[in-house]
């Protein structure tokens, strides 16, 4: 599921993404990041839209 979200990251051209488990006991949140962005994590852009 996890190669699957961030492909869509790529076809979407999304910079970030939450991958959400509902099946948990507890709700578990991943956030995820386009693969281009994963040399410094910390950094963000303020001047991208916002969905």
């Known amino acids: ?3 699957m979200s961030v492909n869509h990251l790529v076809a979407y051209n999304a910079d970030k993404g939450l991958l959400l488990n509902f099946g948990a006991q ?3 949140i991943k956030p995820l ?3 281009r962005n994963k040399q410094n994590p910390n950094i963000h852009q303020s001047n991208k839209s916002k969905c």
Do not use: A, C, I, K
């Open 26 to 28: 507890s709700l578990e």
């Open 33 to 35: 990041r386009h693969p």
């Open 1 to 3: 599921m996890l190669t």
